[in-house]
């Protein structure tokens, strides 16, 4: 069975849509949070990194999430590969916004 992100030859997958949208602005935090993990002043994780881990994701998941979704979960992945964050951080993080309305 091929990976969910290659998308050649799908014969039941539909057209790609390729129109743009106005991205929201925890997309352009994500988009922004990647370049500067990426950047090589600061070297936290390489776009190779990125691209792994987005492919490692479940094809379930993987399918239900969006874009920036699949790069969040990627740096999560990341980010607590490399022992920068535990998962338990990220939950606390995660009810301490959602405790407070995000």
Do not use: F, N
Request: aromatic share 6%; no cysteine.
């Amino acid at each position: 069975m091929r990976p969910p992100h290659d998308r050649g030859g799908w014969l039941d997958g539909g057209p790609i849509d390729r129109s743009e949208h106005t991205l929201a602005d925890w997309e352009r935090q994500m988009h922004g949070i990647i370049r500067v993990l990426t950047s090589p002043e600061k070297r936290v994780m390489r776009v190779d990194e990125m691209r792994r881990a987005i492919e490692s994701i479940d094809p379930e998941t993987y399918e239900s999430r969006s874009y920036y979704q699949r790069w969040q979960q990627a740096v999560e992945a990341l980010m607590v590969e490399k022992g920068i964050l535990s998962h338990e951080d990220v939950d606390a993080k995660v009810a301490d916004l959602e405790a407070r309305g995000w």
